[in-house]
């Protein structure tokens, strides 16, 4: 075996690759190791030696290429020069070298959409207490519900000695909107309000499910409103978001927040259900992409709006998902990885 031709060759491919770390599943190198198993006991030990020893050098010439290839030319600034009232416009830099995130400019588009609808859009935050996070969504304490929201902690407290929470869902927000539109039923409109924001949850990390995601929480609230209204809201929304009409499956759910509630699916579209082992939707066919039903009369409770004279319904959207849809990306953790390959697409 003529390791150094090897490494050779090797080198001089990752130092031209715009994906150097592919060089390291040659066919040669697993011909390297195909080749331990022929060789006898006492000579296998040496051999595999050379081979871990021949990798190591490669994922050097590869990580000087991944740095070239990360490297942006930027002109230098001179930060400390007086400012010139004079001086001609900045450039603005060119734009490949960044793009807006799939993720946000995806959120843009849906935030338009209901807009158009006549929901504003209110921020989320990354931190909240645990009154948001459960108490006025209808989780007392020792609520077994609590347990499907698990996420992050921080080990500061607030005034009652509960710790800070890392939001696992934007309905944290629906009693401050309820709280802030609240003057809006008195004048005879509705409330009407939108919440895309990014959410974070302890879950097996899969295709799937990623510990750190984006969801639209919409909370509507007014005289007389049915679950036709929600149903009819959120398909208007997904049609005019897919541009097409869909495959919908409406579920009886539960949330301790809505009553009654229901979970919203869409058709697996990548294999629309035909194959049991679509890594997407688990061979389900049916990809679930939000949570909603009629606001329960607790959480309107909790922020003073009567229940027996208005009524609401609410949701939660896997903004994620419905990306992933819209695009034909099959993994969620593209979105968090910052790899530009994935990135410059869009
Ligand atoms: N917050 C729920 C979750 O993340 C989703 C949800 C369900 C939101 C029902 C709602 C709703 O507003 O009414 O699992």
């Known amino acids: 075996m003529d390791f150094e031709k090897v490494l050779q060759v ?7 690759s715009n994906h150097p770390q592919e060089v390291l599943r040659a066919p040669e190198i697993k011909t390297l190791y195909d080749h331990i198993k022929t060789l006898p006991n006492d000579e296998r030990g040496a051999f ?3 081979v871990n020893e021949l990798k190591k050098s490669l994922e050097v010439v590869i990580e000087v290429r991944r740095q070239e290839l990360d490297k942006v030319d930027l002109p230098p600034i001179d930060v400390t020069a007086p400012m010139d009232i004079n001086a001609p416009q900045p450039e603005l830099l060119p734009s490949e070298q960044g793009t807006i995130h799939p993720l946000s400019a995806e959120i843009e588009r849906i935030s338009d959409i209901f807009n158009r609808m006549g929901f504003v ?14 108490e006025s969504l209808n989780f007392p304490k020792g609520h077994p519900a609590r347990d499907d929201y698990d996420t992050f902690m921080t080990e500061e407290t607030d005034a009652n000695g509960d710790r800070l929470i890392a939001p696992a869902h934007t309905s944290t927000m629906q009693n401050r909107v309820l709280k802030k539109y609240r003057g809006n039923l008195a004048n005879g409109e509705a409330i009407a309000a939108i919440v ?14 990623e510990h750190t995601f984006y969801q639209v929480e919409g909370v509507y609230v007014a005289k007389g409103v049915n679950v036709g209204n929600l149903i ?20 009886p759910f539960y949330f301790p927040f ?31 992409l939000l949570g ?8 309107l409770q909790a922020a003073d709006i009567d229940p027996n004279e208005y009524t609401g319904f609410a949701f939660g959207c896997g903004i994620d998902r419905l990306v992933m849809m819209k695009y034909g990306i099959e993994d969620v953790r593209h979105f968090e990885s910052g790899k530009l390959d994935f990135l410059e697409q869009f």
């Open 10 to 16: 090797l080198s001089a491919r990752a130092a031209q």
């Open 258 to 288: 809505t009553e009654p509630s229901f979970e919203f699916a869409l058709s697996c579209p990548f294999c629309e259900g035909k194959n049991p082992d679509c890594k997407v939707c688990s061979g389900e066919g049916w990809i679930e």
């Open 48 to 50: 595999g030696k050379r």
């Open 232 to 251: 009819a809201t959120l398909q208007e929304f997904l049609q005019e978001y897919y541009g097409k009409k869909l495959d919908v499956r409406v579920n």
């Open 196 to 209: 895309p924001d990014r959410v974070f949850r302890n879950e097996d990390l899969d295709a799937r499910h």
């Open 292 to 299: 909603c039903g009629m606001i329960h009369p607790n959480v």
């Open 121 to 134: 859009t209110e921020e989320s935050r990354e931190i909240d207490d645990q009154f948001h996070m459960f």
